[in-house]
Structures are given as structure tokens and as C-alpha cells.
């Protein structure tokens, strides 16, 4: 199961420690939900998930300042005495020492940050389902192209690399050569990455491991690139029928994400860069709601029918 250290948390988002004297560094956070335990504070446990990070907010914070001492007592146990991995008071505000010390007690780590709530809570479910989101690697080249994440397949040795060093020297950007890490952040996106040991290098079979980033400039790099399209190469095939027209898309799945795949066939002379840039624009396009081979099924329609008129 994918995880994400609390230490690593604290870091991204600059949360200022309360309980310093809690260790947190086996501390791990499982699931990109997270709680404003509101309904719990005023009593209600039934359904509380514990195990998500715990926000309060100013409202929760209010109405713990006017509970009386005893009930606070009984509440703060109630609710920290569970698997809860860390609190984070929002708009640096400071718990009380009832709370303080029912934390310490119970080993739960305490943070603030001086951002709202609404803002903290958008910026840490966003980092959290990036972070944790299912995750596979695949083999190819992932470069952005006039702002497609154009995912290049094929085997090894055909020509993916060079066709991305080429893409990078027409000005794309390039997110990860050889292998691929892509994570589905939501329904409707997957996004890819490089591994670290990788990032912003190519290899290029003659000549080694070329530094992207130290020969090219920042500008030819990115760290994430949503995929929007998938371009297999394949070798050349008399046999086979290719594509002419392009009226019926091909798809291809990851994590149960359709994505639009074109099969290039590679013979000597074809430049690759220029057929992927203009599959990222062919895409774009149709995006924007034109489609160049229905409007070509169209005219060559309507020439059919003229000549049975005349």
C-alpha cells in the first residue's frame, strides 16, 4: 500500500510542531482523505475514521473554547485516544493546554500552519492524491508537446529516444525517457513522472546518458505532464493494413484510464518528431471540436453525391 511519511508532510507543507517531543518518524499516512472532526468534538464517534490526518478548523476551534472543563476532558480523550496519525490547527491558532496535554498523553503529534483552512485543505488533499494515487511504470518516452503529454511506446531500440531528443531540440519538454511512472490522480487524468534516479536524463545507444537539463536548459524539462495521447511505434509490415483516414480512434488503458493510441509503423526517412508534433496538434484540435478526417469523409461524400446528380 502506497504511503506518505507525516515528516514529509511537515516539510511540504511548513507546519510548525507543537509536540516536538513525539517522534514522528514512523509515522505514515495511508490515505489521501482527510477530517475536520466537528460531528466528533460535539460527541458524535459513529462512523469516525481515525487513521485520516485531522484538521481544525476556526469553527472547531470556537466551540472547544466554550466547552467546560469537564467535558473537554472526556471529549479530548475520546477523540485522541484512537490510531490518529497528526492534528493541524489552521490560522495559527494555539489548542489549549487541556488539549495539549491529552495529545502527549496519548502520543498524538500536533502542528500548525498559518494558512485557512479551506486552503490548507485544498492544497494537502491535492498533494496527498498525487502522492498516493495507484501507481505502474511503463517502458517509453513521455514528452510534452504543445501542452499534450505524449506518451511514446515501442521496443527497445526503435527510435524513442532519438524522436524525443528531437521533439526537445524543436522546443518540447521532456518528463521521463526509458521508464515512465503514471499515477491516476483522479477518474478522469493520469499524469506521469520520472524516478528520481532517471529524471532529465536520456540514452541514447552509441553515445551514453545525456543530461537533458545541463545541455538543453530548465525550459526543456518538466517533472509531471498529464497524458493525453500514446503514439506506438512499431516496425513497418507489408502485411499489415495501417490507418489511413483516422475515423474511429484507437484506445489504450492505464489504471482504467482510456487514452487515444496511434501505431506508427518506423521505416528508414520518416521523422518521428515532426509525425508526434502533429499528432499532439491532430489531437488539439479535436479537442476544440474540429476532426480533419470527418471533414475529409464529408467533402469526399459530397463530391459522391454531385457526380450522381449530374
Not at 466554550?66 to 477523540?79: D, F, P, R, S, T
Not at 529516444?161 to 518528463?175: D, M, N, Q, T, Y
Request: aromatic letters at 8%; glycine letters at 6%.
Amino acid at each position: 500500500m502506497a504511503s506518505v511519511k507525516l515528516q514529509d508532510i511537515v516539510e511540504k507543507m511548513k507546519l510548525e510542531n507543537l509536540t516536538p517531543d513525539i517522534d514522528i518518524s514512523n509515522i505514515k499516512i495511508t490515505q489521501p482523505d482527510i477530517n475536520r472532526p466537528a460531528l466528533q468534538i460535539a460527541g458524535y464517534f459513529e462512523h469516525f475514521d481515525a487513521t485520516r490526518l485531522q484538521i481544525i478548523g476556526f469553527v472547531e476551534y470556537t466551540y472547544m473554547e466554550g466547552m467546560a472543563v469537564k467535558k473537554k476532558k472526556e471529549i479530548y480523550q475520546k477523540l485522541l485516544e484512537g490510531d490518529i496519525p497528526a492534528i493541524v490547527f489552521c490560522r495559527e491558532l494555539m489548542p489549549d493546554n487541556i488539549f495539549m496535554e491529552t495529545a502527549i498523553k496519548n502520543n498524538v503529534p500536533l502542528f500548525m500552519t498559518k494558512k485557512s483552512t479551506s486552503d490548507f485543505m485544498a492544497e494537502i488533499i491535492r498533494w496527498l492524491n498525487v502522492k498516493l494515487a495507484p501507481c505502474i511504470t511503463v517502458h517509453g518516452v513521455l514528452v510534452d508537446v504543445y501542452g499534450e503529454g505524449v506518451l511514446i511506446t515501442g521496443e527497445s531500440g526503435i527510435g524513442k529516444s532519438e524522436a524525443a531528443l528531437e521533439l526537445i531540440k524543436r522546443g518540447h519538454r521532456l518528463v521521463s525517457d526509458d521508464a515512465v511512472e503514471i499515477r491516476k490522480v483522479s477518474d478522469d487524468t493520469i499524469i506521469g513522472s520520472a524516478p528520481d534516479i532517471t529524471k532529465h536524463f536520456i540514452e541514447l545507444r552509441g553515445i551514453g546518458i545525456v543530461d537533458v537539463k545541463t545541455l538543453f536548459g530548465v525550459s526543456s524539462v518538466k517533472d509531471t505532464q498529464s497524458i493525453d495521447l500514446v503514439i506506438k511505434l512499431e516496425e513497418w509490415s507489408k502485411e499489415k493494413e495501417y490507418d489511413r483516414l483516422g475515423l474511429e480512434e484507437e484506445y489504450t488503458e492505464y489504471l482504467g484510464k482510456k487514452v487515444v493510441c496511434h501505431n506508427i509503423p518506423i521505416r528508414p526517412g520518416r521523422n518521428l518528431a515532426i509525425i508526434c508534433e502533429s499528432a499532439a496538434v491532430n489531437y488539439r484540435q479535436k479537442k476544440m471540436g474540429y476532426n480533419a478526417a470527418q471533414e475529409f469523409y464529408k467533402r469526399v461524400q459530397k463530391s459522391f453525391a454531385e457526380r450522381r446528380d449530374d
